[in-house]
């Protein structure tokens, strides 16, 4: 390795009983570098990001955070979990805390933040992102864009090493997409890591340093995004990206 | 600007009305016609006159009233040392009965046998397995006592209701909520503590509650071992008058001692569903 990757994965195999979600999956992951998965619903995106986080086990190959093996035997998971921010397509917020109290979670009983300190860290944030008269409000009574900004805040508090987003957009309303897809580009603003599987291609063309196909389980095309979005090479790509556009959504 | 009700509302309105008034009126007469009915076929019974005399009495009533009320005294305490117990060895069997760590399989298997055992045998045997057996055994140290061995017999049985019911709580709670916090680095006991529990809790205080108010009732049982409670007060006042009305005393105490807690989970149910329906969960 030239560069110290934060993120490097090697051959990774992972299979459901006879079905085979991803084989041969080797990325790597750069320090500031945003990669971005793109392909159809089922492709192994989502699995390759909970793999990466140790939700998913694996059959074979290798992940390394920071040049540790993390995919070893043995290897202490909710260490490895505390250094990788995740934010889900559903949000997963917690419903019986308030805004505040789900952002400050991970950063006081993960992280050993004193109470006051994770607070005033909490409240920093909500306050950048516009979401400071939420603090003390349920989750239930924010809107999608709101929730998925929350579920962001939660993850990045702690600056983990690197953020994973898994269609983060992809259970909101049109007019909600664009207040967290602006989140993530501060954050790119701000280089953080990131792996990011989406849909939304303009999205992707914006925030990607490079953007990977996944096909049936494998990475058929890499590119940057103007390359790959724009003249793809392989067949399946093609004719993913041709059924974007037929949908309007490219 | 100013808005005038259109003919159509006006209309829509008046036709409500007359839907809710008709309502009305048949809820009362069912009510008049039912209630009669059990009033005639009650009073017109040929021993009427003296079951009235032997179960509603109140001259009896009255003279029964101060010992059957001190009685209710001891079950009140009962219920209420069961009921801290029953929630303790509840949360405790469920949260062993939900775990997956190896080191906790045997506490786990004797956990599922309990319960499996003590939702089965009924109260009133586990009571003289408990209350008869334990002294039998004639061990110095151990107490005889009446209102400890059944106040221990009541344990046993409702911790094991009790201890399904927060598991189908803990299983309730979506799967993505535990996903989450172990994504934030939690640990297991920590997910369970913060995230888990909470909810699982939540979302079974009703039924929960249920089993309280069964359990409050239940505790009369233990007069069948001899401690002196409401029901065994009332048992001895009627040995004395051989009139029953004693009885149906302490039958009302009870009765009054549980509504509150019935009203109270019957309010807290709507709540959570008003809740829910609120966020579009149905």
Same mark, same amino acid.
């Given at each position: 390795m030239t560069m110290a990757n934060i993120l490097e994965i090697k051959n990774l195999r992972k299979s459901y009983g006879q079905d085979l979600?991803?084989?041969d999956i080797s990325v790597s992951l750069a320090e500031h570098e945003v990669k971005v998965l793109i392909g159809?619903?089922?492709?192994g995106k989502s699995t390759l990001l909970r793999a990466i986080n140790l939700l998913e086990g694996i059959d074979d190959g290798q992940i390394f955070l920071e040049e540790k093996d993390?995919?070893?035997?043995?290897?202490?998971a909710d260490q490895v979990r505390s250094q990788i921010g995740s934010v889900f397509q559903a949000f997963?917020?917690?419903?019986?805390?308030?805004v505040l109290e789900n952002i400050v979670l991970g950063a006081r009983y993960?992280?050993?933040?004193e109470k006051a300190e994770a607070h005033q860290k909490a409240l920093d944030l909500l306050e950048r992102f516009g979401l400071a008269e939420k603090?003390?409000?349920?989750?239930?009574?924010?809107s999608g864009g709101q929730q998925q900004r929350v579920a962001i805040l939660r993850a990045v508090i702690t600056k983990p090493k690197v953020l994973l987003l898994d269609e983060?957009?992809?259970?909101?309303d049109p007019i909600l997409i664009g207040e967290v897809l602006a989140l993530i580009g501060e954050l790119k603003a701000q280089g953080m890591t990131m792996m990011i599987a989406t849909h939304e291609m303009g999205f992707a063309k914006r925030v990607a340093d490079q953007v990977l196909f996944l096909h049936q389980g494998q990475i058929k095309e890499t590119g940057s995004p103007s390359e790959l979005l724009e003249?793809?090479?392989t067949p399946e790509c093609q004719a993913f990206l041709g059924a974007l556009r037929e949908a309007g959504r490219l | 600007m100013s808005y005038s009700p259109s003919a159509m509302r006006i209309a829509r309105e008046e036709a409500r009305r007359r839907v809710s008034r008709r309502s009305t009126l048949i809820a009362l007469i069912s009510t008049v016609v039912i209630g009669s009915v059990l009033v005639i076929v009650v009073t017109g019974a040929p021993g009427f006159a003296l079951v009235r005399q032997s179960f509603f009495n109140w001259h009896y009533a009255k003279k029964s009233f101060p010992t059957v009320l001190s009685g209710l005294w001891l079950n009140l305490r009962v219920m209420i040392v069961a009921e801290i117990f029953v929630l303790i060895f509840g949360l405790l069997i469920a949260l062993a009965r939900t775990s997956h760590s190896p080191i906790l399989y045997p506490v786990r298997l004797l956990a599922t046998i309990y319960t499996d055992i003590f939702r089965g045998l009924p109260l009133l045997l586990v009571l003289f397995l408990v209350g008869l057996g334990v002294p039998g /055994?004639?061990?110095?140290?151990l107490t005889n006592s009446a209102v400890i061995l059944g106040t221990v017999s009541l344990i046993l049985t409702y911790s094991a209701y009790v201890a399904e019911v927060i598991r189908a709580g803990i299983e309730a709670v979506n799967p993505a909520q535990r996903m989450a916090a172990r994504a934030l680095g939690l640990t297991q006991s920590q997910t369970q503590r913060h995230v888990i529990l909470p909810q699982a809790l939540r979302k079974v205080t009703p039924p929960l509650l249920n089993d309280l108010v069964s359990l409050q009732k239940d505790s009369? /049982?233990?007069?069948?071992?001899?401690?002196?409670d409401a029901i065994r007060a009332a048992g001895i006042n009627t040995a004395e008058s051989?009139?029953?009305?004693p009885y149906v005393v302490a039958g009302a105490l009870f009765v009054a001692l549980t509504i509150p807690l019935t009203r109270f989970t019957d309010w807290l149910t709507r709540k959570q569903d008003r809740a829910r329906v609120q966020q579009g969960q149905w």
């Open positions: 979600v991803l084989q159809a619903s089922g492709s993390i995919s070893e035997v043995g290897v202490n997963n917020l917690f419903p019986h805390l308030t993960v992280h050993g933040m603090a003390h409000a349920y989750p239930d009574l924010l983060v957009t992809s259970a909101l003249n793809p090479r | /055994l004639q061990i110095s140290w009369g /049982l233990i007069s069948v071992l001899g401690a002196i051989f009139n029953f009305t």
